[in-house]
Every structure is written in C-alpha cells, then in structure tokens.
C-alpha cells in the first residue's frame, strides 16, 4: 500500500528543552531525585520521543496511570522503574503486574490484599492527606493488609501546591506523621508545584509531570522552564476577500475591508478549541497564529479541520508555509481558559510528530 503523505500539521518537540526541565526540576529537588510523570502519552507529547530523552537527562522513576501504558515504556527502560499510579485493582491487573514487573502504586486496603494474594513483592503506597483521590487514608495504615506490603516508595498528592494555600503545610503535616508507622525505602510528595515549594517538600523522590514538559505550574518556575511543545499548522489555501464578506460558520467576521486570509489546517478537533477566540467579553476575536514574531489574527469561529487567518501583516506568506500556535503554556491558558495541563494532552492525534 502506498504511504500517506506527511500531514500539513505537525508538533515540534524541542527535546534539549526537555532535557533541561528535566535536569532544572531535579537540580529544585535538592537532595531529591526527580523522577518523571508520562501519563497520557507524556501528556499527549509521545512517549516514544520524550521517554528516551527524560531517561538520558537521568530520570529513573516513571509514573503512568494505567496498566496499558506499561507496554510503551517497556523497550525504553526496566519494568521496575514503571509506576502504576491507579494500582492493581483487580486480579487480572495484578497478575499482570507480577507477568512483567512494573510496579503497583497500592491505593487501597482492597488493592492491599490483592497485591498479597497476587504474591506481592515491592510496591508503591499512596497515602492521602487531603486530596480524595486516590489512596488510603492515614488511619488504615496500621492494618495488617498495609503492614503486610514490601513498600518501595511511600507516597501523598499535593492538592494545592500551585497555589499559596495552608492546605500544603496541612498535607506536609499529615504525610509526615504517617512517614513512621509503615517501612519503607523512600518517601515522595510533590509533583512540579511542590517541588517549587522547597526542600521541605522533596523528601526522596519527587514527581515532575507539566513542568517537564513546559508548564509554569507556579511563578518560581517561569524563569527556569522552557517551551517543549510547538505546534505548527500550514496554510491549505489563501483567498481574497472584499469588503462585507463573511467568515466561517454564522460568519461572525466580516470584512472591513478587501483582505488576504488563509484557510490554516488545524482546528478544534486538534485541540484548538473554539474557547480561544472567544474574548472575556464573549466576543468573538482574540486568538492568534504567529509568522515569526507577527500576530495573525484568527477570523470567525474555529471549525473542526481549519481556521481561516489574517495575513495582511504578512502579505508574502504562500500555500504550503507553516503557522505556529502561541504555545508558551502559561500565556496560552489565560487566553484560551484552558489549564496548562488540558492544553498538551488535548493535542490531537493528526500531528505529525518532529
Ligand atoms: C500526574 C501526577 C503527578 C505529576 O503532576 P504534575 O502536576 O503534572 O507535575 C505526580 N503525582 C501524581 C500522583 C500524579 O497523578
């Protein structure tokens, strides 16, 4: 069969900003070491680009959510080094678990007990101190069922480390208070906000997901994060409007004027959700492609495959060239009310990945 051609939409990874997260989140972690989160796809970026790079950068220990992410990482690492945030829930899940080696994060008196039954062996212990998600709560970490696991890594959530809230001195409190009464080799509770919280929060292991990969996920981190993640879309047509043309579905732009646009490959179905270029007013307008460092407004609604674009700041601009989208994460969410977070793992599936 023959080969599909590359799409006119694409998503740069910039791998030694990567690696320098990396590196950065490990240095804040003190006498910690940083491990990474890859849940999602290292959240929606691709494991099979940036597993390889947090690994050479030095990352041992990678987190995933679920049982069917193990598989991917497997070629890059030792199934050891895996952790399994959602845990072994059930026997099969746990047979599994032993089959090929990743480790359990044990989130429950239930998952406890399977794990035993199951054959045990080292696991991860999620304690929550706050969040209610997943976890045992510290009174049940006297029961024979937690007392009965070889832990590893005794670990808690961070609800709040993103903000200046008590709840983090709370949770620090509260994880430090269990941290005797079960053994274990090593202790860990921040993710990438906790570990701008400081030493007191880095323990033995921390947790970096967003920041990895370019998210401020709290102030002190703007100056030592870089961009990983710069998507690209290029321009499928360029036409000429006359003045009182519409734009777009219920053609809520109307030009002012005669204009040169160009209809851009990438749309919601992208993640490039109408919510851009909605304004706080509610008004339609605000969203943006760039060509270097100028601004092209995006015109009408976003549909689902393409956006149409303003190039009258760039009049050179062809068929075939490519668009970027503002990506720097923490500017790209106040303008599109859409978390750091929900930005990179929405990315959709159509980019080709460079
Ligand atoms: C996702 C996750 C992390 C990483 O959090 P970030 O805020 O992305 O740094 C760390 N620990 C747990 C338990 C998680 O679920």
């Known amino acids: 069969m023959a080969e599909a051609p590359p799409p006119n939409l694409r998503l740069r990874i910039d791998r030694q900003a990567l690696a320098h ?46 049982w069917g992410e193990v598989a991917p990482l497997l070629p890059h690492m030792e199934a050891g080094n895996i952790r399994v945030l959602h845990g072994a829930g059930n026997a099969q899940e746990a047979g599994y678990a032993k089959a090929i080696g990743a480790v359990p994060v044990v989130n429950s008196l239930h998952q406890a007990r399977l794990w035993s039954e199951a054959g045990g062996g080292l696991c991860d212990l999620m304690v929550d101190t706050g ?29 709040c480390a993103d903000e200046d809230s008590p709840m983090n001195a709370r949770q620090l409190a509260a994880f430090k208070s269990c941290t005797g009464s079960v053994s274990h080799q090593r202790l860990s509770l921040a993710n990438s906000a906790g570990i701008a919280l400081g030493a007191d929060y880095a323990f033995d292991v921390t947790r970096p997901g967003l920041s990895l990969y370019g998210g401020i996920a709290r102030p002190e981190l703007a100056q030592v994060i870089r961009q990983v993640a710069y998507p690209q879309a290029a321009i499928i047509q360029k036409r000429a409007l006359s003045a009182g043309e519409g734009v777009g579905y219920n053609c809520t732009f109307t030009a002012p004027a005669a204009m040169n646009v160009g209809v851009v490959s990438i749309g919601y179905a992208d993640g490039f959700l109408r919510s851009w270029n909605i304004g706080t007013d509610g008004a339609i307008g605000g969203a943006y492609l760039l060509h270097g460092d100028k601004h092209l407004p995006v015109l009408g609604k976003i549909s689902m495959d393409m956006i149409v674009a303003d190039l009258s700041q760039a009049p050179e601009l062809a068929e075939g060239d490519w668009l970027s989208l503002p990506y720097m994460l923490q500017a790209a969410a106040q303008q599109s009310s859409v978390s750091q977070y929900e930005l990179l793992t929405m990315l959709g599936q159509r980019f080709g990945r460079i």
């Open 21 to 66: 997260n990396y590196r950065a989140l490990d240095e804040m972690s003190g006498d910690a070491k940083a491990g990474a989160a890859v849940k999602a796809n290292c959240y929606g970026l691709g494991v099979g680009t940036c597993v390889p790079v947090l690994r050479d950068a030095g990352a041992v220990m990678f987190f995933v959510a679920h």
């Open 131 to 159: 969040i209610n998600r997943l976890g045992i709560s510290p009174d049940e970490i006297g029961d024979p069922a937690i007392q009965a696991l070889k832990v590893d890594c005794l670990m808690s959530h961070l609800a």
